[in-house]
């Protein structure tokens, strides 16, 4: 078993408007079982989520459903937050990085619907049945760095659904359930790179992630912060915590004898 | 730029004490510049890190060093900690997919000196100037499924360090650094996969990543837990915070006119 990964060479400055699926079939070949992985950048250029960076904390602001954790650091405060697309991540993923001078980018509004449209459109214009995952780079607990991830996706499975198959031990995997969606969007990262201007990649051999246009999105990667162990950062916690506590003693008054 | 994943077919089952850099120069050819990315489970089983299932409760706790979060749920406990390797994740890495009946396994001691040990014997066997990744399978806070990721590394650049470089707008990348060992691990989990028995994929066409045997290893991209937002579960440090702020309300006595 093998496959390919090729970075889409050609793909020119994308504005508000541009027609992403003719750009993109434009610039390579697609063939039934591709997978192309889209930096979202080029989405929310093409779907106009520009604004003025002097209105950058406004965004941010304006984008975020949910503070998870803030950190104060010698440049400023870093807030991870919960944006209005589930996705956890620092600055609600408003980003001044590749965007026109003067200016930050927004996320899609539905990356999922974004994904899905430009499925629909390489599907009609290529008559290939590919698979479209949007990507975006982030950071994460624990470890340093970033990976890219998929925040949207259409026609792909995002999930490797194992559970209840038997490992080559013949043990069941109770509950492995790899995310496709994710490694594809870290694997596509390696050829795309941030600094070369290449937005798009192709990954060539996993027809067998490929499926139906309404299979579920990257949404369904998201866990609901409920079940979530980590849903708010451990100094938020604490303070919370805290100040319940401290609460409930004053309530209590003084200790009975 | 393109690059390509095989699975490595043929790695028979392995045995305490098999040398795994044999073993795998003989399934496939190298060549400058490849990276092989190796389950860290057969690293396991050749080093021997293997104990009775009826131990494995009391293996968990020893390989840990600090319970960081835990779940009740109908089957029992999850506790997500970190291990003796600094990994944080469920069951401290003990595992029993893909184990010999009645047995776990635990990780290699040290993934990085094993990587080391690994890389060191390929280029002594093919004469081919190779890096090696050890992956393991883990849960992640906010997304559900897993994903692969490096445990260990040798001779790879296990980041991309691009900071200070400017993107293709001429904007600096101020903070952005890629973990390339985490994204190869995931890309490579797509032609492995849990059921399939294929450990080990070869990377191809990614050379530029790949540099000398004393390059920082994967324990480089641990974030040390005082640097870490999340370096506790919400309801750990909340009912830590709940009972300190209790204390000290208590400890202060009566409100004071």
């Known amino acids: 078993m093998e496959y390919r990964i090729e970075g889409v060479e050609g793909i020119p400055e994308i504005a508000p408007g541009d027609d992403l699926a003719a750009v993109i079939a434009g610039a390579t070949t697609l063939d039934d079982g591709d997978i192309l992985v889209v930096t979202s950048k080029i989405v929310s250029k093409a779907e106009g989520r520009i604004v003025r960076a002097a209105d950058r904390?406004?965004?941010i602001t304006g984008e975020t459903v949910r503070v998870v954790a803030t950190r104060q650091h010698e440049g400023g405060v870093t807030r991870i937050v919960e944006n209005r697309q589930g996705i956890i991540g620092a600055a609600a993923g408003v980003d001044a990085s590749n965007s026109p001078e003067g200016t930050v980018?927004?996320?899609?509004?539905?990356?999922?619907?974004?994904?899905r449209a430009l499925a629909t459109g390489l599907r009609a214009l290529t008559g290939a049945r590919v698979g479209v995952i949007l990507s975006d780079t982030l950071g994460r607990p624990?470890?340093?760095?970033?990976?890219?991830?998929?925040?949207?996706?259409?026609?792909?499975?995002?999930?490797?659904?194992?559970?209840?198959?038997?490992?080559?031990?013949g043990k069941a995997l109770a509950v492995t359930m790899p995310c496709v969606a994710d490694q594809l969007a870290g694997a596509a990262e390696l050829v795309k790179g941030k600094s070369a201007g290449v937005p798009v990649a192709v990954v060539r051999g996993l027809g067998r992630y490929v499926g139906d246009l309404d299979l579920p999105g990257a949404r369904s990667i998201q866990r609901p912060p409920e079940r979530d162990l980590f849903r708010q950062g451990a100094d938020e916690a604490y303070d919370e915590g805290y100040r319940a506590g401290f609460d409930e003693a004053q309530a209590e008054g003084p200790l009975a004898e």
Do not use: C, M, Y
């Open 57 to 59: 904390e406004q965004a």
């Open 142 to 169: 624990w470890r340093e760095g970033q990976t890219d991830i998929a925040i949207g996706a259409a026609g792909v499975h995002v999930f490797d659904d194992l559970r209840g198959q038997a490992d080559a031990s």
């Open 105 to 115: 980018l927004l996320l899609p509004v539905d990356p999922d619907a974004s994904a």
